[in-house]
């Protein structure tokens, strides 16, 4: 798992690459938070030819970013290398992600 920043001049965004490394028997992983309105279905990352996934979004800066990975519409990931963590608030013991842009 990784997350890429690269902060644009032209504009108050950031581009953000979200890659996940081979997933064995995995279909689809969307993306799912804070910038999409926690939309199980609007940010799919794209399976590559050796099943690894990534997506490119822009973001806007100046903001923290919370998300997970939604894996074949039924299970949730944390991505291991954010900025920090919260509580998803959903009454169980899981973690969002947060990037700080």
Do not use: H
Not at 15 to 33: D, Q
Not at 52 to 69: I, K, N, P
Request: glycine letters at 6%.
């Amino acid at each position: 798992m990784s997350i890429k920043k690269q902060y644009l001049k032209s504009r108050p965004e950031c581009k953000v690459t979200f890659k996940l490394g081979k997933l064995n028997n995995v279909e689809s992983v969307n993306i799912v938070g804070s910038f999409n309105n926690w939309s199980p279905t609007e940010t799919s990352m794209e399976k590559l030819k050796n099943g690894s996934f990534s997506q490119t979004c822009y973001l806007e800066t100046g903001v923290d970013v919370q998300f997970r990975y939604l894996i074949d519409n039924k299970t949730w990931m944390t991505e291991e290398e954010a900025d920090d963590f919260v509580e998803t608030g959903m009454g169980d013991d899981q973690l969002n992600a947060v990037i700080k842009l």
